[in-house]
């Protein structure tokens, strides 16, 4: 009765299972053991429950990459940032989502991705190969959450100043932006209004205004205190000080006055009355 073979000499190699060349074979009796390392599903998917998709794609990318596979690994790293693409967008367009809905989504997303290599790390182990250290993991995790930090923070720079309305300075740490249809004319020509109307100077330092269009109207935003908005001993004020920029600023055309708080957002708005019904 034969017995079955027995190896007599290990080949350790750090080359992929799947070589991209053909290669001589081991010598008979010889077992090929991988010096390469791959991240388990464990890892992967406590990683990316952790931290989020784009680690653990990165390392399914990597398992596939290890294993001579630069096709798939291609692939997972592409379909990594789509899928992140995708949960950033469907969180800015629908924010009523449950805040575990998306983190689940992506987490059954990297499984997905992950179950594809289950055979390839199986048959990795049992050829003696190592699964990487799960400080290696964490640190792929710890990477990836400080890239998606710095991307956010990035677009939220970015977004900030793309959003924010060109401005005037009238000197004095005053200024007037413009926004709405109103153009740089406009937010001088009300600073130079407002400049000698004396209203800076009773505003304290850095007076912020504002100067669009609603409809046929100019509009002056002011950012005033909060009392402004409820106090109705200052209407007349106001009032006159439409007419002021409308006869010094617009020729006579109709001037509306906001009155806005710090985030530029209305609070009352007066409505043009022309000189004879005032």
């Not at 989504?105 to 390839?120: D, H, K, P, T, W």
Request: hydrophobic residues 45%; contains cysteine.
């Amino acid at each position: 009765m034969s017995e079955p073979p027995v190896p007599t000499a290990i080949v350790r190699s750090g080359a992929p299972a799947v070589a991209s060349e053909p290669t001589a074979p081991p010598p008979d009796g010889a077992t090929v053991v991988p010096t390469y390392a791959l991240y388990s599903r464990g890892q992967i998917g406590l990683v990316t429950f952790l931290t989020g998709p784009i680690a653990g794609g990165w390392m399914i990318a990597h398992n596939w990459k290890r294993l001579g596979e630069p096709r798939k690994h291609r692939t997972v790293l592409v379909g990594t940032i789509l899928i992140t693409g995708l949960l950033v967008a469907v969180a800015l367009l629908v924010p009523s989502l449950p805040s575990s809905a998306l983190p689940l989504a992506g987490l059954c997303a990297v499984f997905g991705l992950a179950a594809q290599q289950r055979y390839a790390f199986d048959d990795h182990v049992q050829r003696g190969g190592r699964r990487a250290s799960n400080g290696r993991a964490a640190a792929v995790g710890l990477i990836s959450v400080a890239i998606v930090l710095a991307v956010v923070f990035a677009g939220a720079i970015a977004v900030f100043y793309a959003t924010q309305a060109p401005e005037v300075d009238i000197g004095g740490g005053h200024m007037v932006r413009y926004s709405a249809g109103a153009t740089e004319r406009d937010a001088r020509a009300v600073g130079s209004a407002l400049d000698h109307y004396s209203y800076f100077g009773h505003s304290g330092e850095g007076a912020a205004v504002g100067v669009r269009r609603d409809g046929t109207h100019h509009v002056v935003e002011l950012v005033v205190i909060d009392r402004a908005f409820t106090d109705a001993s200052l209407i007349p004020i106001y009032r006159e000080l439409a007419s002021y920029v409308s006869d010094n600023g617009f020729g006579g055309e109709p001037v509306d006055i906001w009155l806005v708080d710090d985030e530029w957002s209305p609070h009352k708005k007066l409505a043009w009355l022309a000189p004879h019904s005032q």
